[in-house]
C-alpha cells in the first residue's frame, strides 16, 4: 500500500534526498524542508520504494501538501 | 647612557611587573569566553569580542578604559548612552517573522508567562541584600534577552553590566541545556505527545505591516520607558514586512546589527576588570541570573499546562518554555523535546509564535519594571 508523506508545516523544500525509484528504510531522511529559518529533517514513516516526488528544491510548500508518495 | 638603556629597557617590561592576580585571573577568564565561542560555539558573535574585550582591559597599563581609552570611547558612545542595545533590535526586529504569532494570537500568553521569573527573581534579589535598582536589572536576566539585559544594566546599574550580560548571554546558550530537565519535569508523556494543527488561516500583508505599528502604540502607551526598545524592535519588523525599504532592511539585518555587536562585545568585556569583576557579587549575579532563566522556565511550562486543561488537551504545554526570549532556541528546544516523544510531533511554527511573544513580553516586563522605577521616583 502506498504511503504518502504530508508537509507537517509550511516551509520551502531545502533538500531532496531521494529519487523516484529509490529503496527507502524506514527512518531514513527524505526530505529536509527549511521553515522559519531552520532545516528540518522528515524521515519516511515505512521501508519501500519512492514511487512519485512532487516536489523539487527550492518550491514552497503548505502544511498537508504531500511531498512523495512511498510504495 | 647605561642608565637611560636601563631605564628604556625597563619600562618594556614595565606591564608585565604591573601584572595582577586579579588581572591573571580575568585575562584567564577572557580566554575562556573565547573558548567557549571558538571551540564550542557558544553565541561566539558575543562571546569572542567579550572575551578578547575583557583580555584587553586587564593588560597592565594598557589605557584602553581610562579617558580616551579605546574601549572607553566605544563604551561611553554605545553602552552609557543605551545606543548599542537600541540599535541591535532594529536588527533583531528586521530578522523576526511574527506570523505565527499572528496566526495564532493566544500564544502570546504564553510570552507573558514566561517573563515572572524576572519578578521573583527581583525580590529574592532584594532578600539578599541588593538595593532595587540592582535587584531590578539582575532579575532582567531571566528575560533571556540580551540587549534588555544591557539596556536596564546601563541605565541603572551600569557597575553590574559586565556580570550581567555575561549571565545574559552565557545562559542564553546554554538554553539547550537547561530548559529540556525542566520541561521533562513538570509534564506528563501524554502531555508532551499533544499534536497540534496548523491554523488554516493566512495573515495578509496589511496586519503584519500593521502589526508592528499597532503594538508600539499600544504597548509604549501602557509603558513608556520601554518605547526605545519596543520601538527600535518594531521599527525593523515594519520595514521588513512593508517590503519598500529593502535597502535599509538589509542594513538593518546585516552592517548595523555586525558593527554593533562588535562594539558592544568588546565594550562589555572592557566592563571585566579584574578588581571590579572579581567578587562575590558577580557569583551571586550569575547564580541569580540562572536561577531567573530557570523559574522563567517553570513559570511558562506551568502556564501552558493551565492553557492545555482550558483548551481541552489541545495546547502543548511544552510551548511555555519558549515563552522566554531566546529566539529562535528556546522554539527550537520546544520542537526537538516534543520530537523526542514523538518522531512526528512538528511543535515548531506554534513554538515561534511563543517565543516571538516572549520577545514583546520580556521587553514588556523591562518597560514595565522601568516605569515602576520611574514612577517611585528612582529612575
Known sequence: MATSIEAPMPGKVWELTVQEGQTVKEGDVVVVLEAMKMENAIESPVAGVVQKVNFKKGDAVDEGAVLLVIG | ?379
Not at chain 2, 571551540?39 to 578578547?52: N, T
Not at chain 2, 528546544?333 to 512526528?344: C, L, P
Open chain 2, 1 to 379: 647612557m647605561e642608565s637611560m638603556i636601563l631605564s628604556a629597557l625597563s619600562s618594556l617590561v614595565m606591564g608585565l611587573s604591573a601584572l595582577t592576580i586579579e588581572g591573571v585571573v580575568m585575562m584567564a577568564v577572557g580566554c575562556m569566553l573565547l573558548w567557549l565561542g571558538i571551540q564550542k560555539g557558544y553565541e561566539p558573535l558575543l562571546l569572542l569580542p567579550i572575551g578578547f574585550g575583557a583580555v584587553m582591559v586587564n593588560i597592565p597599563m594598557s589605557g584602553v578604559m581610562e579617558e580616551h581609552g579605546l574601549l572607553r570611547f566605544f563604551y561611553d558612545f554605545g553602552v552609557i548612552t543605551e545606543v548599542f542595545p537600541c540599535l541591535i533590535f532594529i536588527g533583531i526586529g528586521a530578522m523576526t517573522d511574527f506570523t505565527p504569532l499572528l496566526e495564532n494570537p493566544k500564544i502570546l500568553l504564553l510570552g507573558a508567562a514566561g517573563q515572572f521569573g524576572i519578578f521573583i527573581t527581583l525580590l529574592v534579589a532584594l532578600g539578599l541584600g541588593f538595593n532595587l535598582l540592582d535587584a531590578a536589572t539582575i532579575g532582567i536576566i531571566g528575560a533571556c534577552d540580551g540587549p534588555t539585559s544591557i539596556y536596564v544594566a546601563s541605565k541603572y546599574a551600569p557597575h553590574l553590566l559586565g556580570a550581567v550580560s555575561v549571565a545574559a548571554y552565557s545562559y542564553m546558550s546554554l538554553v539547550p541545556l537547561l530548559q529540556p530537565p525542566i520541561m521533562k519535569l513538570l509534564t506528563t508523556e501524554k502531555e508532551r505527545k499533544i499534536r497540534m494543527p496548523y491554523p488554516k488561516k493566512s495573515v495578509s500583508k496589511s496586519l503584519k505591516i500593521l502589526f508592528p505599528i499597532g503594538v508600539t502604540i499600544l504597548t509604549c502607551l501602557i509603558a513608556p520607558m520601554g518605547t526605545p526598545l519596543m520601538g527600535m524592535l518594531m521599527l525593523g519588523n515594519l520595514m521588513k514586512e512593508s517590503g519598500v525599504v529593502s535597502r535599509l532592511t538589509g542594513a538593518a539585518e546585516n552592517e548595523i546589527p555586525n558593527i554593533v555587536t562588535l562594539l558592544l562585545g568588546l565594550s562589555i568585556g572592557a566592563t571585566m576588570e579584574g578588581a571590579a569583576f572579581l567578587k562575590a557579587q558577580t557569583l551571586i549575579i550569575l547564580a541569580l541570573g540562572l536561577g531567573a532563566i530557570c523559574l522563567d522556565t517553570v513559570t511558562g511550562v506551568l502556564f501552558g499546562k493551565i492553557m492545555c486543561v482550558l483548551s481541552g488537551g489541545k495546547i502543548n504545554p511544552l510551548l511555555g518554555a519558549a515563552g522566554i526570549s531566546a529566539y529562535p532556541m528556546a522554539a527550537r528546544v520546544v520542537m526537538t523535546e516534543g520530537r523526542r516523544y514523538d518522531r512526528n510531533n512538528w511543535l515548531l511554527m506554534h513554538a515561534m509564535g511563543a517565543n516571538t511573544g516572549g520577545q514583546i513580553g520580556s521587553i514588556m516586563a523591562a518597560a514595565i519594571m522601568l516605569s515602576v522605577l520611574k514612577g517611585m521616583g528612582l529612575g
